[in-house]
């Protein structure tokens, strides 16, 4: 099994590298990573996961930059079911566009039919509990855009408290065939027992076990109801 971490030189704010860090300690896998002057292993390899943490908003152009010339290979691992998580602004990176707090438009990679308006210097800030499935899940969220585009077909989570991807939205984050795109920060893979064991099977992990389950299991118990009883959430200057 071979998962890439792409760019984890700018993509690792809000401890989401902590995520490629849980997922070492629960599988036996070759880890890549992709710094930014390197050409991603997945290019000419097959790859069964890929990831994409949070980046400043000046990064994105950069991410962008950077992988535009692999958007045909991407929209194919799309379509053969690779994993991809996306987490924070990283999914604002593979919609059509973001809108900049100037008005401007940077043109995104255009694989999903999303697209993100940034409200800086406002900032959204939200405990977050929501569903997938039948699971419950937990995160942070903290943000500098909105984005739209997401419905009851293509979304990720449902609202139960919290922000979801824009005002008013009762939806959070987009999946598609094996991609799974949030805002959630946390890192999720670590907040979230259940779902992380959703991910190793559609990896292929037969009987998926988690690392320190006892731990994460009862540090989600508990996360899981303050959350319920303190969610606050809002646009903050």
């Known amino acids: 099994m071979t998962i890439e971490i ?24 070759e880890f890549i990573e992709t710094g930014l002057t390197d050409t ?30 692999y958007t045909a290979r ?3 691992m799309v379509e053969q079911d690779v994993v991809f998580l996306l987490t924070g602004n990283a999914m ?8 900049t707090e100037s008005g401007d438009q940077i043109e995104a990679l255009g694989l999903f039919d999303v697209s993100a308006k940034r409200i800086i210097p406002q900032r959204a800030n939200s405990l977050f509990v929501g569903t997938f499935q039948e699971q419950q899940i937990v995160g942070y969220v903290s943000r500098f855009g909105h984005l739209s585009g997401v419905t009851e ?60 389950p006892d731990a994460v299991e009862r540090a989600y118990r508990l996360r899981l109801e303050e959350y319920r009883r303190n969610i606050v959430f809002g646009e903050h200057k």
């Open 6 to 29: 792409l760019y984890p030189e700018l993509c690792n704010l809000y401890g989401d590298r902590g995520n490629m860090q849980y997922l070492r300690h629960c599988v036996e896998a």
């Open 40 to 69: 991603p292993y997945f290019a000419t390899h097959k790859v069964d996961m890929v990831y994409l943490g949070s980046m400043t908003e000046k990064s994105q152009q950069r991410i962008i930059d950077r992988l535009r010339p």
């Open 74 to 76: 991407l929209q194919e």
């Open 92 to 99: 604002e990176v593979f919609g059509r566009c973001i809108e």
């Open 153 to 212: 077909k293509n979304r990720l989570f449902k609202v139960e408290k919290g922000l979801g991807s824009s005002p008013d939205c009762p939806w959070e984050g987009f999946h598609t065939h094996h991609v799974f795109a949030t805002y959630l920060l946390g890192p999720l893979l670590v907040l979230n027992p259940d779902f992380t064991r959703y991910l190793l099977g559609l990896l292929g992990v037969k009987e998926a076990q988690i690392a320190f």
